[in-house]
């Protein structure tokens, strides 16, 4: 589907073999003057504020200038082909959850033809003009499927907000007595019969299960208003665990902070985040493992990383793994990281899933000190 839609792109502008010629051609003469083209860029980003706040928050400018080093020369040398296409998705997806507006990103890519043209003749013009287009056009895809994506979601959810009062109502009452009947079983049962426990210990258990469903359905759909105070990062992990009760083979190992740990959020909310992420990597390790938290700060930014000794994520739900009713388990709507994606924001956060390390999983969660501190 994707390679279709990048030929299509590419037979619209007639991008063909003597433009790819074209481009490789320049690879030489651009690399000797790639640091002009990438600080000139970034020397007009840092002029405007809009755009020099948002990548101080997510970044370092060394480290984006070797990042786009990189893209201006793939952009020539290629191949043009469905990995490139794919590439360019993934970081205009990434363009569009940092919040990097449209206009912007046309406007930078204005500017980097413009750097990269200075060095064409009349032929390798043609052939950067071209595929100049067919960037702008993958971008204009790609904020077009992830904003179809975010109505969808919100259509779906809407019908789960009509429907989420009615079954919490319909359900908690018959729990309730669920609950009752077990614990009035359980007094009358002879404490040498394990069996007998164990059923019903069971049973509370999904009981429970039953609950957290029907909870995290509406704490997803329901309208939510801030209520600050100021707690550290571990006084909300140590709450976050003890809400757990997780399973005495997991263990949550906290990094000593090396800077001030302090947060002004909601706390009950953050720590419902907290809570999702650790119960998740308890799940995914099968309740038995190492959960490591750390915490740095970057630009200003507060950075918590929740990283555990699972299998880590398929590659078939990371691309959609904070998308609502998402979920690679049997029980559950899928709501959980949807969820922490919501707090997150509303705090002027983000959380995303760093798909850079080889091991297990880790969430990252950041903090932007001018939203956190008092």
């Known amino acids: 589907m994707g390679y279709s839609i990048f030929e299509e792109m590419k037979a619209y502008v007639c ?43 997510h970044s370092s400018r060394n480290a984006l200038e070797g990042t786009l080093r990189e893209w201006v020369l793939s952009f020539l040398a290629g191949p043009h082909n469905n990995a490139y296409y794919t590439r360019r998705c993934h970081i205009g997806r990434i363009h569009f959850r940092i919040g990097l507006k449209p206009h912007f990103v046309f406007v930078a890519m204005n500017t980097l033809r413009d750097g990269i043209t200075a060095f064409c003749n009349q032929e390798q013009l043609a ?22 994506q975010i109505v969808k979601q919100q259509e779906q959810l809407a019908t789960i907000g009509e429907m989420a009062g009615h079954i919490a109502h319909e359900l908690r009452n018959p729990l309730a007595a669920m609950q009752n009947a077990t614990f009035y079983i359980r007094t009358k049962i002879q404490t040498e019969d394990n069996k007998a426990l164990r059923h019903i210990d069971l049973l509370d258990e999904r009981i429970e299960q039953c609950s957290r469903t029907i909870q995290s359905v509406l ?12 707690a550290t990062i571990e006084e909300l992990i140590d709450w976050a665990v003890q809400d757990l009760d997780l399973n005495p083979k997991v263990s949550v190992c906290m990094e000593s902070p090396t800077v001030d740990s302090k947060l002004k959020c909601d706390t009950m ?8 992420i650790i119960c998740n990597a308890a799940q995914a390790m099968e309740n038995s493992g190492n959960i490591y938290v750390s915490l740095s700060e970057i630009n200003s930014t507060l950075t918590v990383r929740i990283r555990d000794e699972g299998p880590g994520v398929t590659p078939e739900i990371k691309h959609k793994l904070f ?4 979920t690679s388990k049997v029980y559950g709507f899928g709501l959980g990281l949807a969820y922490c994606t919501r707090v997150m924001s509303m705090h002027s956060g983000r959380i995303y899933l760093n798909e850079d390390i080889e091991d297990g999983a880790e969430f990252v969660l950041e903090f932007p000190r001018e939203s956190i501190l008092e």
Not at 15 to 25: A, G, I, K, T, Y
Not at 219 to 230: A, G
């Open 269 to 276: 909310l953050i720590r419902s985040v907290f809570r999702n």
């Open 127 to 148: 052939s950067v003009n071209k595929m100049m287009d067919i960037e702008l056009a993958i971008i204009n895809q790609v904020y077009w499927e992830e904003l179809t």
């Open 15 to 57: 991008f063909e073999e003597q433009d790819e010629r074209h481009l490789n051609s320049l690879v030489e003469s651009i690399t000797n003057n790639v640091d002009h083209i990438v600080g000139d860029f970034y020397d007009r980003v840092d002029a405007n504020e809009d755009t020099r706040s948002l990548v101080e928050v």
């Open 219 to 230: 704490d997803y759909t329901k309208e939510v208003q801030l209520k600050t105070s100021v």
């Open 323 to 326: 998308v609502p009713l998402t």
